[in-house]
T-cell receptor
Framework: DAKTTQPTSMDCAEGRAANLPCNHS???????VYWYRQIHSQGPQYIIH???NNETNEMASLIITEDRKSSTLILPHATLRDTAVYYC????????????FGTGTKLQVIP | GAVVSQHPSRVICKSGTSVKIECRSL??????MFWYRQFPKQSLMLMAT?????????EQGVEKDKFLINHASLTLSTLTVTSAHPEDSSFYIC???????????FGSGTRLTVV
């Protein structure tokens, strides 16, 4: 898997949008960008993924730059329950590719 | 959606004993599952890839004789920590995918404490 870099931690006020950046400058053309989050003492939870177009689902939006070297996960209205570690991962489609995790971003939503 | 069940959620065992952790895909078949280990305040570390009907593939530095993986069916993989020691205390997590090349679903994790 290509490497990703994320800020170690971020704070966000409750009710505001949380924007979590991720750099993946060595991403290959067939690699998708995935986002997961891990709430304390639980398994990671899938959030969203994309290839090159921006994506939105009920949890979040994913903005991928045109050169695909970076992306931003947007939680539009952060709540206290969104406090978690957020992981950005890139991996190729097809086959059963193993997923390796970087250090992620610890998001603290503040009341 | 795809659901992965992991059992037990917590286990305490004595040093020198073995512990088995189960990972089940509840509503889909999983040819491949993955096992991770996570120490406090650290990221998930991939231990091994579990392949149905064949030997697991271990990551560098992971002792295959200590962490036995069995994937005897398309819905069940087990991780057995043999002769556990306090340094094996950790959070163990499995994952599986429903579709080739798409997102992985993770189990809820097993907190192992060796005393």
């Amino acid at each position: 898997d290509a490497k990703t870099t994320q800020p170690t931690s971020m704070d966000c006020a409750e009710g505001r949008a949380a924007n979590l950046p991720c750099n993946h400058s060595t991403i290959s053309g067939n690699e998708y960008v995935y986002w997961y989050r891990q709430i304390h003492s639980q398994g990671p939870q899938y959030i969203i993924h994309g290839l090159k177009n921006n994506e939105t689902n009920e949890m979040a939006s994913l903005i991928i730059t045109e050169d695909r070297k970076s992306s931003t996960l947007i939680l539009p209205h952060a709540t206290l329950r969104d406090t978690a570690v957020y992981y950005c991962i890139v991996r190729a489609a097809g086959g059963y590719q193993k997923v390796t995790f970087g250090t992620g971003t610890k998001l603290q939503v503040i009341p | 959606g795809a659901v992965v069940s992991q059992h037990p959620s917590r286990v305490i065992c004595k040093s020198g004993t073995s512990v088995k952790i189960e990972c089940r895909s509840l509503d889909f078949q999983a040819t491949t599952m993955f096992w991770y280990r996570q120490f406090p305040k650290q990221s998930l570390m991939l231990m091994a890839t579990s392949n149905e009907g064949s030997k697991a593939t271990y990551e560098q530095g992971v002792e295959k004789d200590k962490f036995l993986i069995n994937h005897a069916s398309l819905t069940l993989s087990t991780l057995t920590v043999t002769s556990a020691h306090p340094e094996d205390s950790s959070f163990y997590i499995c994952s599986a995918t429903q579709d080739r090349g798409y997102g992985y679903t993770f189990g809820s994790g097993t907190r192992l404490t060796v005393v």
